[in-house]
Structure formats: C-alpha cells, structure tokens
C-alpha cells in the first residue's frame, strides 16, 4: 500500500470540531516547512551520519511493544531534499527488522537547518514539566487495556520520576504511589520551593548512554536501589551520588 499527500501551503483556518480558530493578536510569520507525507521503504531513506542519539534496549523493547499494542501513531521526520532522517532513527531500524513501511513526513530544509532540527528535537522535548500525578491517573485509566510490557513502560516512568520527590512504595497496591498522598507530597513541594504558581518543582533528567553502559547502569541500579531503601531509580542516584562525595571528603580530611 502506498499513500501520499502534499501540502502546497499553510492553510489560513484550521477547523476543530466544527468550529474556527480565532486569529491570534499578533500574527507570527511561521513558515510551513512540511510538504509531504508518504508510507516508504525503510530502506530508501538515510539515517543521519551526525545523529547523536543512541537507542539502548530498553527504548527498542518499549517503541516495539507501542507498536505491537497500537501500531504505526508516529511518523519518521525527513529532509526530502537530503532524505536524511532528523527525527525517527529508531523507527526505522525497527521497520527494517519487521520488514514494514515506515510513516514519513517530509520536509523542505537546508543541510544547516537539518541540523539545527537534528540537535534541537529532543532536547526541547524534555525541557517540558511533568505532571507526575497526571500520569499515574492515565496509567489507572489504561490498566487492564495494554500489554505487560506496556503497563510496565509507563511503571516504570512514574517510578523514575516520582521517586525525584521521594514517595514511598505501596506494597499492598498495583501502583506504588496512591494519587491523594501522591498529589499532596507534589503540591507541598511545590509550595516550599517558592515558585510561582503553575511552576512544579519536580525536574527531569535525561541520560545518554551507549548500549553496553546502557545495561550496566540497569545492572548497577538493582544492587544500588536495595542499599539505599529505595524502589525508585531516580531517588537511588541522588543517594548514591551523595554517598560518593561524602566518602570522597572523609578520605580527602587528614
């Protein structure tokens, strides 16, 4: 099967279920830089010789069971003048082994701004704020409806984050966090940090690794959670992180 549209232009008025976008007070001359969408080959597309993502595992087994649940929801983003992949190198390595079409959407940039999108996408992506409490209400919504290893994934996200904040583990409950202890612990954090209303105080942090430290750091992090009491990834760094520069100025003091 193949499917293909273009875009000649930006249209004026988008419509949402039946009704019109007002026009914004201040018009923004935003060019559309998408001209395309197409189902192709895997194979006739190029990955990008200066991507600097590394795709571990663990992010295989996690875009492979969205994909074994849902299917195709996301496209690969590429230069039609280049065909290099800005965005999506996981996809279609993925597409490859499955010997699928993959989901393109094309568009029209220079080798420079290429770039500019290559080192821009998923930085921008994680400066985004987590409403941790949120995503546990989604993870309620959809439990029973997914895959193990999709409710797994999104476990393991929560588990990650939360345990930024330090909320204890329930061992009675299928989630480790219940949403009223969760929600107060989030707000109460917010309120001592003393930032301005709507600005959480939790923060995310992402890591790259190759693939074989990848898998140490899955390793290390089992032996690491249970000598600091802790279920939480995130919460098991911090402490570990600690314990190495406390001992690192005990042995530095005569």
Known sequence: MHATFIMESAPEFYSLGGSILAEPAVL???RNRIC???????????????NWRIHGEGQRTAINSILADIGWADVALVNVNTRNIVNGHLRQEEAIKAGQQLPVLWIDVTEEEELTLLASIDPIATMAETNWARLADIQERIQGATSAAVAELVEDIKEQGMGAIDLPPQESSAFYYPPDERQARVERRDA???????????????LYYSTEDHAEYLRLIEIVKPQFETTASAAAVLDALRFCVSEADRVAKP
Request: hydrophobic letters at 35%; glycine letters at 6%; zero cysteines.
């Open 28 to 30: 923004a001359n935003w």
């Open 36 to 50: 395309g969408y197409e189902l192709v080959d895997p194979n006739s597309v190029i990955p990008h010789t200066s």
């Open 192 to 206: 001592e940090s003393q930032l301005p209303p709507g600005v959480s105080a939790v923060r995310q942090v992402s």
